[in-house]
């Protein structure tokens, strides 16, 4: 092949590693572009059995890619993507496909999107999960765009797509414009709670028992045996084994125990927030991070006096409690992540299918788990499925765990370890079943001081009290 099937513009971290994918496919012949020649070159001489066709300009890089042309987008979120699309549509024809594979806003790329089309070129926001790994390996891809793109692309996204056990490629049509950056933020947002809630359960056990981090990774190796069995739990693992070879102590006790972020928890929380769902374990998560990594601050703190933990229970049957809280908060976490994109959705007008969302996650991506296959039976079975906690399969593993989760909330509370996407778990949990909640006590308030009505539990219309003179009730419709 004289021309490239495929582009790809960025040869960073991911940009690099996702071209060396695309060339170890068969069929593929790759062009490749970077803004410094430096990458470029580099890339060649590393890499020279991917065959590269190189450019060192947008013209030659349209060029050498065979029309109607594909494009990948590999390149800082935000401005650089936005200067590499301008450059991309002035060399590209219509008909051609342009993806922009980077972890960008969602809005930001239904703004791209409208534009783009103008020019009669396609183009296709698509959220990649799985790290350098997985871009080298097979990720998780969630392409959105209109459908005519997607079946222009799909034949070179499944490609290169990770493959779940069954042998299906780990790629679908999310939905039009922004649904597929959508859907990779909340993938990360339930990322930062999966973290935070091993980070919390590891938490627990070494304050509780005098293991090393070596043997608690053998805890969390058993663990990763059961329904746990995820990704995150497997690393998990491998990081506590780990030591320092300057220290020669365990590598998890010399880290600087402040956690970075690069946006996408919080664009996630800020969905929630948009959205009006409750998505209290993610959120908790994004702000343990800001917390951690709040070290000025965390040293003031102390003049309140030292953190003490004391008395938590130390035998087996609280690690047992302590993997089951983990289990039933993480199906919480789910449960939220997958609420927001059923709710962002309709928002959006998005025909999201929620069974081929949890398919995808299966493997290739960072939360990839076992338990995704729940998930995706669940929204099969139901495809309307208003809240994933309420399916039998979760309901009944909820019911097995929750008890364990109020034992570990309580004894974290009392023992003074501090665990916020526990306890948030739990609280959504007792919130949401409550058939009474304070809210009315709320509402109540609110129409005192601001006149904001109410509505009643016997009868239809909504209502104002006259609550500073005569204290009566009138219908306002
Ligand atoms: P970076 O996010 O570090 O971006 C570096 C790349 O952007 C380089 O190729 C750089 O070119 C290019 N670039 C910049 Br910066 N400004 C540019 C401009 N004005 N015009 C053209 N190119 C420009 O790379 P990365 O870590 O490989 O990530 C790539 C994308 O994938 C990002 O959107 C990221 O959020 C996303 N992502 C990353 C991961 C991960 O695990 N790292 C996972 C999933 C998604 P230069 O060489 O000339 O400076």
């Not at 919080?266 to 209290?280: A, N």
């Amino acid at each position: 092949m004289n021309q490239a099937n495929i582009g790809v513009v960025g040869l960073a971290v991911m940009g690099s590693n996702l071209a060396r994918n695309l060339a170890s496919r068969e069929g593929n012949r790759v062009a490749v572009y970077n803004r410094s020649e430096g990458r470029t070159k580099e890339l060649l001489d590393e890499h020279p059995e991917a065959n590269f066709i190189a450019s060192y300009s947008y013209e030659d890089f349209a060029a050498s890619i065979a029309k109607p042309r594909t494009a990948i987008i590999m390149v800082q979120a935000g401005a650089a993507t936005d200067a590499v699309i301008d450059s991309l549509v002035k060399v590209f024809e219509p008909g051609d496909v342009i993806i922009d594979g980077g972890n960008a806003l969602f809005t930001d790329t239904i703004r791209r999107e409208k534009a783009v089309r103008e020019t009669g070129i396609n183009f296709v926001g698509s959220g990649i999960s799985g790290g350098e790994e997985g871009a080298l390996h097979g990720p998780s891809i969630m392409p959105g765009g209109s459908a005519e793109a997607w079946e222009v692309i799909r034949p070179i996204l499944e490609s290169i797509a990770a493959r779940a056990d069954d042998g299906t490629p780990c790629v679908t049509h999310i939905g039009t414009d922004g649904a597929g950056h959508f859907v990779k933020m909340i993938h990360n947002g339930i990322e930062y709670a999966d973290m935070q809630l091993i980070a919390e359960g590891y938490d627990l056990i070494r304050n509780a028992t005098s293991q090393t981090p070596a043997e608690i990774a053998d805890i969390f190796a058993e663990w990763n045996k059961g329904e746990l069995d995820s990704y995150l739990i497997e690393i998990t693992a491998e990081v506590l084994r780990q030591v320092d070879a300057e220290t020669g102590k365990p590598l998890v006790d010399v880290i600087l125990d402040a956690a970075g972020a690069k946006g996408t928890g919080s664009w996630t929380v800020k969905s929630g927030l948009d959205t009006g769902v409750p998505i209290s374990g993610i959120a908790q998560a994004v702000f343990a991070r800001s917390l951690s990594s709040s070290l000025s601050q965390r040293k003031v703190a102390q003049r309140l006096g030292k953190q003490v933990v004391e008395g938590l229970p130390a035998g087996a049957d609280f690690i047992e409690d302590v993997r089951k809280a983990l289990y039933a908060s993480k199906i919480v976490a789910y449960s939220q992540g997958f609420d927001v994109i059923r709710i962002g959705a309709k928002d959006h007008e998005w025909d999201i299918n929620l069974s081929e969302v949890a398919r995808i996650w299966r493997a290739g991506c960072i939360i990839r788990a076992v338990f995704l296959n729940r998930i995706t039976d669940a929204y099969k079975q139901d495809p309307e499925l208003e809240l994933l906690i309420s399916a039998p399969y979760f309901a009944d593993a909820i019911a097995d765990s929750e008890l364990s989760l109020r034992r570990v909330v309580a004894a974290a509370s009392l023992a003074g370890v501090a665990v916020p996407a526990f306890s948030a778990s739990l609280s959504y949990l007792d919130a949401i079943r409550a058939e009474r909640l304070p809210a009315a006590l709320v509402q109540g308030q609110r129409d005192f001081f601001g006149a904001h009505t109410y509505k009643r539990i016997d009868k239809e219309g909504t209502f104002h009290t006259e609550w500073s003179e005569d204290r009566s009730e009138t219908r306002v419709d």
